[in-house]
């Protein structure tokens, strides 16, 4: 299993701790809000009863009890009467009921109440719960009730809760990548400096190699010491753009179609001849260019379509652009394997390989040179399994000229 696949099954793992706990809170809580519901409209029936039972109590004592279970009740609780008039409520906002006086008490000390306020309660309420039927007088009484505070909190408390673990582990998460990835680019950066490093001095001795082979044995024109030759400079721009990893790479204005041509003419002497390669475009359309830098992104794509084709294939590459956008598109396709759909974006994450021997490196490397380095873009334009892939990589044009199209 390859680092990619492990921090996948990581993340899912993680993903799916978190659901657990997240519907444990939920279950939980839902368990609690069911049971003081039911206790509260346990209370608002005993109110029912309570404001019964006024009517017809005689007794001092008893009467005393009933008041004081009428007003033990903290559910906010309306009463009305077959009419749907109001004629009672507990609970509501003293502010605007005059300190929880009832209807005939306002009438009589010619106090005014605010109708629109009881009614939203009201409306409220029978939203809320079923009313709690009760007869007094021989007229039938309706109690509608609803939530109390602590009710209400309640069952906003687990979504508060999971919203600030969320933002917990978002702002946790974001941290930690941060920090990681700033370690990995020290750790990176170093490396790639020291592996330039080490390659100048046997680079150094292979080009004085050379140069003695040729006086020694008169070979200035052989071809064969002309491709050593493009070899050992191939190395010094493989040292030059490790030296280059973790600096601002200096751009400079190129014609895109001769920067790409002369590396394709230079590789597709070094594969397999069953493999052919096309290339069309405009001619003239420039760009600012790291040339070590854009090389290897070329190399890095043309190798991938290589090792995409079995035997016998063909590579296109084709430059055209975009005068009103201002970019510049440089398509290469294969007639290879194809990619699933659902691996577009994965297969430029660290790690992610098909080859049994590779490290899943290459494309990684290559948004990265192709984004931060050159302010461009590069994706996945289409791909079909069996068929072939295209890879886009989008530049900003400093030109834009139509002329000369091959």
Known sequence: MNPYQQKRRWKYFLLAFAVVIASGSLFYTSYLVRKISVSERTRAQVWALSMKQLVNTYDNDFLSYVIAVRDSLVVPAIITNSKGEIVNWRGLDATKTNNNLDKAELKQRKLQYDPGYFNDELAYMKKQHAPIKFIMLNEPQFVYYKDSALLTQ?????????????????????AFSSSRKSEQNQVWVGLAKETAHQLGTPISSLMAWIELIKDKFNAEDDPLMAEM????????????????????PKLEEHMVYEVVKEFVDYFKVRVSNKITFEMTGNRRLTAGLNIPLFDWVLENLLKNAVNAIDETGVIKVQIHGSKQKKQIFIDITDTGKGIPRSKFDTVFQPGYTTRQRGWGLGLSLTKRMVENYHNGQIFVKDSEIGKGTTFRIVLKTIRYDKQAKV
């Open 229 to 248: 030759e493009n070899d050992v400079k191939r190395l010094e721009i493989v040292a030059d753009r490790f030296s280059k990893i973790g600096s601002k």
């Open 154 to 174: 309640l069952k906003m408390f687990p979504y508060i809760q999971l919203s600030v673990i969320a933002i917990f582990l978002m702002v946790a998460y974001t």
